[in-house]
């Protein structure tokens, strides 16, 4: 046989590693077909609508539901005290604490879930919410995490205040736990004896994912068969099961967790929350379909938040400007129950990653976790777990040590960067970062924009400013970052107990073509477009015949889900893994078709040929084949393969911004001339889907960096629980974003990936922010916190006098 | 009359929080009516009276009917009724039917030769979506202070047209305003129409909001008209800067005999600054929105002046 088309062509064809292929998701889409939880309705189905709190903190004194009863089409009015005898009016959180599904005596915080109406449709169940009376008898609000720990008012009297947490000692009875790493005798020794010393405190404003989509859930109970049927917003559905097996005692076979399409996440659907499991109770009860869909409002007030971590730092330095030492100390807001998704041994996710970029000999972080009477939460909002804050952090204490150093940023990192000969590199705080080129990135972003020119165009400014020929001024973001990404390595991360591996099945088709489902479950990211990409390179089918399927219980093998960057790092390995079992079985089939040994044949593109005789070959289309319809001495019929990946390490992908910035002192409105993003994210599998996640990551940092706040009053009323008040920019907000990239790969990812969904969120955030700060820095500006929204600019320029 | 909106102040939204634990999106039910000329509208409004409310675009209605910050058990469709839309302009007059959506405001070219102010300001109110539905005499007849287009009839002097059991009659922009959704409107009335003189002037429509679909930090609106070199009459509006829409007639005085300069203008706006009455919100406080209120009449003077 004759091949008409070229070696090149055929790795066109596959559309494997390094195409830009269109997302297959678009179609869908793009056309109004897409399938999410409110999508499903099920025979007879009934909906589930909550009473909340107005308080922030309150006694419940009594609940009347007989008039919401009495409304035609309500079913049932489910309180604490119907789910007592279930053991169900509290759940565990992901954090080890616990959080109460309905009030139990108390309310901790304003929207908290009350009780749980079930009617025949949305619209009754609304009217019938306003008929539930509920008397409450109002206690003192605490919504500053520093006053909480000297407040006598006691959160959360479940708790023993004498008895540990879930994370050691508790020092006070508004304090959850304290989390250490690092040699603080020694930083502190170091800091003490150091040329130059910078500190700053620091608020990371609590801020929320706010995808898209809100969160809900379908609870279908069978009772002929004794199976569950759950449908929901889970970025971790395998989780879902085993908690809800937990849960309800029902055995995880039974239980089937389905994640249909999800309309973004960004961390918000990591947890679980009451009305997953009002609904699953609510089936068990009325024996009929129960749907829960929260809205806007429930969204922003009660699932889980992001940040809110009040950072104290120190840094130290040589006179020249080499980091000796570097000190962290956190009081974290986690609100009424501990609810952050973080892998169980680490309750401030990987803060310790605050050395950032940097070669700093010795560090130190402490972190206090308190109780306030706001929305649990604390989820990675579009970020490894508690990254964004952690790069925030050390990214603002560079940009202090050149002020106290008076020294350029760009230079002070450049001196400080981890050096490429040092990879793998052991950070003071316990990482092992994998593989990295600062210097290289670093220098083609400063190139890129003309660095030197851009700073001579800012003092020209400023020059002009005082002069008073101009009330605009202008500003250089400058951020490196290093992203920890992967979680993780079985041995140190897991949640609820649970390995943090991920898992990858392929089924070969006879004709050719493929099925891969994986344990991780798409909500934008484009799965089912670069998982198919990962595997076409791997076993020479083309993309474009594999299906990717994620998010059924019942049919993908388990896994912990997607969040944290993760599914690239460790499902993308498993399927490169799986793809890999595959190939070994295909050349010994090739081998037996082509009458050769084994070791005669070789890969090639999509085929095996044999060594030194290439127009000899076997397609995999042919092998596929040859699979099902012969036997094959030694061999079982058939072509799948399965793999648990249990990563070795994380990845460590890392990039260079910048950010040019004008600011009116006037009005304190900032607008952005250019925005450069150098990512590395190792080996690209599809710079277009790459690229699409750059531009998500970035509109969602200018967002928090600019305005999104998740803001509280003295009496803990949310301020900001609507889409007029709480951030969320249009294409009119978002600013032209030139896109860059070097390629370091992964040493230990079996295709060299890391992870790129979340870096330009975690690398943005700093850039935005550190250009409003630069700006002000020829006016005396050290620091000021976030959200820099108009009326905090012009403050800023306020404090500086430049309104005098 | 008491009209709600989709407000931004904060004080409703908390009392919203209060009541519910801050979750609606479903409004009571209601009797859905859509007459297809202005005397059934009448009628139904006549028949119910307090139950009875129209709906313009319902863009600050349904809000405030799902947040159920209002009950309004019969909504009183008016987009059928032909007679309420279009925009004419007449012998030195601008008429604009109330149901003329602020899409059409923009696209006209008649208006944008007459007043082009008007698409100036149209332009800056909330996002294309909602100016399809938008409609001028809802936002109008609302009375909410964030409303733009009650501070831009007042500086065009516009005069409003209501129709009710009693007949019809005519109430000047700058006499409609009462307090935050309280207007000189009865519960039986209709407003039909809006008219006011072509205008010449120089004019300006600045406004500063935190993002699209965003209601004003300040607003202001300016008409400037010149001769020899010499300002001859300036209007200057405000929104959002009040609990109603504030004209400042002084600041208009300080510009009138002058050429703009820069004393004049300090004049004006000190003189602007004196009318307003601005409370906090998310956008910032009192101290800040004044600051920006006092930038934006600048600009907005000057932009007027340098189009006289
Ligand atoms: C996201 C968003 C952003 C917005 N941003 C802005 C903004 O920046 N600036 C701005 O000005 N507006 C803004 N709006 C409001 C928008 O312009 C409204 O459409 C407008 O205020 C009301 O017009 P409507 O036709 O929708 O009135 P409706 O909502 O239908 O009615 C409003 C009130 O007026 C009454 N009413 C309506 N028509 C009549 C009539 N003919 N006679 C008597 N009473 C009547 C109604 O009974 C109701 O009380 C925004 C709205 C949204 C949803």
Redo the contacts between chains.
């Keep these: 046989m004759k091949d008409e088309v070229t070696r090149e062509e055929r790795v066109t064809n596959l559309k494997g590693l390094g195409s830009s292929r269109k997302r297959v998701e678009d179609a869908r889409f793009t056309q109004g077909k897409g399938h999410y939880v409110d999508d499903i309705n099920l025979p007879g189905m009934l909906t589930g609508d ?5 308080y922030a903190h309150a006694r419940v004194k009594s609940i009347n539901i007989d008039a919401a009863m009495a409304l035609d089409g309500v079913v049932a009015v489910l309180t604490a005290k119907d789910l007592e005898p279930l053991s169900l009016h509290w759940m565990p959180t992901l954090a080890g604490d616990k959080q109460m599904v309905l009030a139990d005596g108390k309310v901790l915080f ?3 879930e ?1 009780a749980f109406v079930v009617a025949k449709d ?2 009754i169940a ?2 019938a ?2 008929l539930v009376e509920v008397e409450y008898e109002e206690l003192p609000v605490l919504v500053d995490p520093f006053k909480s720990l000297q407040s006598d008012v006691v959160l959360r009297e479940d708790l023993d205040p004498t008895a540990p947490g879930a994370h050691g000692p508790r020092k006070h009875h508004n304090h959850i736990f304290t989390w250490e790493a690092g040699d603080e005798e020694g930083t502190n020794a170091v800091i003490d004896d150091a040329d130059v010393v910078a500190t700053e405190e620091m608020y990371y404003h609590r801020t929320h994912p706010c995808p898209l989509e809100p969160c809900g859930s379908v609870a279908s109970m069978d009772k002929v068969n004794g199976k569950l049927t759950l449908y929901g917003t889970f970025q971790a559905p395998h989780v879902v099961r085993t908690v809800a097996s937990l849960l309800s005692g029902i055995e995880e076979h039974n239980i089937r967790v389905v994640s249909p399409d999800i309309g973004g996440g960004f961390g918000n659907k990591v947890g679980v929350y009451p009305g997953y499991v009002c609904s699953i109770v609510a089936s068990i009860v009325t024996g009929v379909p129960v749907k829960w869909v ?5 969204n922003l ?1 009660s699932t889980a938040f992001a940040r809110d971590y009040w950072m104290k730092g120190k840094i130290s330095a040589t006179k020249e400007g080499k980091i000796t030492g570097l000190h962290c100390h956190v009081t974290a807001d986690h609100g009424a129950f501990d609810a952050c998704a973080d892998p169980t041994k680490f309750p401030a996710g990987f803060m310790s990653i605050c050395t950032g970029s940097y070669d700093i000999p010795i560090a130190y972080l402490g972190v206090d976790g308190v109780y306030t009477n706001k929305a649990p939460g604390g989820v990675s909002y579009r970020c490894s777990f508690r990254v964004t804050e952690a790069v925030y952090f050390i990214e603002r204490m560079i940009e202090v040590l050149a002020i106290e150093l008076n020294m350029d940023a760009a230079e002070l990192r450049r001196i400080n960067f981890i050096k490429k000969e040092q990879f793998p590199y052991d950070s003071a705080l316990g990482w092992e970062y994998d593989s990295g080129d600062y210097h290289t990135a670093w220098d083609k972003a400063l190139k890129a924009v003309d660095y030197e020119g851009l700073r001579k165009e800012q003092a020209e400014r400023v020059a002009a400013f005082k002069r008073g020929e101009t009330r605009t001024i202008m500003g250089i973001g400058l951020s490196f970052f290093t992203e920890i990404v992967g979680a993780g390595p079985v041995k140190n991360c897991d949640i609820l107990g649970m390995g943090m591996f991920d898992s990858c099945e392929i089924r070969i088709h006879p004709t050719g073509s493929a099925i891969a489902r994986l344990g991780t479950i798409s909500q934008g990211q484009g799965h089912a477009t670069t998982f198919a990409q990962i595997l076409a390179s791997e076993i020479g089918i083309p993309a474009d015949s594999i299906t990717i399927e994620e998010g059924d219980t019942d049919t993908a093998p388990y896994g912990l889900g997607t969040y944290g960057s993760r599914s690239t790092p460790v499902a993308g390995a498993a399927t490169a893994m799986a793809g890999r079992k595959i190939r070994a079985k295909a050349q010994m089939i090739a081998a037996y078709l082509l009458e050769v040994h084994d070791d005669d044949v070789e890969f090639d593109v999509d085929r095996f040929v044999i060594k030194g005789a290439p127009e000899r070959f076997k397609t995999m289309g042919e092998i596929a084949y040859a699979a099902y319809n012969q036997a094959i001495p030694g061999l079982e019929p058939g072509l799948e393969a399965v793999s648990y990946y249990d990563p070795p390490n994380m990845t460590y992908p890392f990039g260079a911004y910048v950010c040019v910035m004008d600011i009116d002192v ?4 900032p607008k952005i001339n250019r925005f450069y993003a150098l990512d590395d994210c190792g080996t690209r599998i599809n710079p277009m889907v790459i690229e699409g996640q750059i531009h998500g990551g970035l509109t969602e940092a200018l967002a928090v960096a600019l ?1 999104q706040e998740i ?1 509280y ?1 003295d009496m803990g ?6 889409l ?2 709480f ?1 969320l ?2 294409a ?2 978002v600013p032209n974003f030139e896109t860059d990239f070097t390629v370091t790969p992964s040493p230990h990812h079996p295709i060299g990936a890391k992870g790129v969904g979340e870096s330009p969120h975690v690398g943005g955030v700093p850039c935005f922010s550190n250009a409003v700060q630069d700006a002000f820095r020829p006016f005396g500006n050290r620091h000021t916190n976030m959200p820099h ?3 905090r600019i ?2 800023t320029a ?1 404090d500086l006098g430049l ?1 005098d | 009359m008491f009209a709600l909106a989709l407000i931004e102040l904060p004080l409703l939204y908390s009392e919203v929080y209060r009541r519910q634990g801050g979750h609606r999106m479903i409004t009571s039910a209601f009797e859905y009516h859509r007459p297809s000329d202005l005397a059934g509208a009448l009628s139904v409004l006549e028949e119910h009276g307090d139950d009875a409310r129209v709906i313009a675009g319902g863009h600050s209605l349904i809000p405030m009917m799902k947040l159920r910050m209002a009950d309004v058990p019969h909504l009183i469709d008016l987009q059928d009724i032909a007679d309420l839309k279009g925009i004419t302009v007449e012998v030195g007059t601008v008429t604009i039917g109330a149901m003329t959506t602020q899409h059409d405001l923009i696209n006209n070219k008649a208006l944008l030769a007459a007043a082009p102010i008007i698409h100036e300001a149209a332009l800056q109110i909330a996002d294309p979506q909602v100016r399809y539905m938008g409609t001028i005499g809802g936002n109008v007849a609302n009375g909410d202070p964030g409303n733009d287009m009650p501070g831009l009839m007042q500086c065009l002097d516009a005069t409003f047209t209501l129709v009710g059991p009693d007949g019809t009659r005519s109430v000047k922009a700058r006499e409609f305003y009462e307090a935050a959704y309280m207007t000189e409107r009865e519960d039986g009335e209709i407003l039909t129409q809006i008219s006011f003189p072509v205008t010449n002037s120089g004019f300006a429509y600045e406004k500063q909001k935190r993002k699209i679909g965003d209601y004003a930090t300040a607003a202001c609106a300016v008409l400037i008209a010149k001769e020899d070199g010499k300002v001859t009459s300036a209007s200057v509006a405000m929104t959002n800067l009040s609990d109603v829409p504030v004209l400042s007639e002084a600041a208009g005085a300080a510009l009138v005999g002058t050429s703009c300069d820069a004393i004049a203008m300090k004049a004006a706006v000190a003189a602007a600054l004196q009318d307003i009455d601005p409370t906090e919100d998310n956008r910032g406080p009192v101290e800040f929105k004044i600051h920006v209120a006092g930038i934006i009449i600048s600009r907005a003077i000057a932009r007027a002046w340098s189009r006289a």
């Design positions: 909550f009473v909340r709190s107005p304003q929207g908290q009350v949305r619209y609304a009217d919410v306003d929260e809205d806007r409002m429930e007030m006037d009005t304190g409105v305005g803001a009053d009323n949310c301020k900001t629980a609507t007029m008040d951030f920019p249009t009119w907000e929204d108009h009326w012009w403050k306020n309104h």
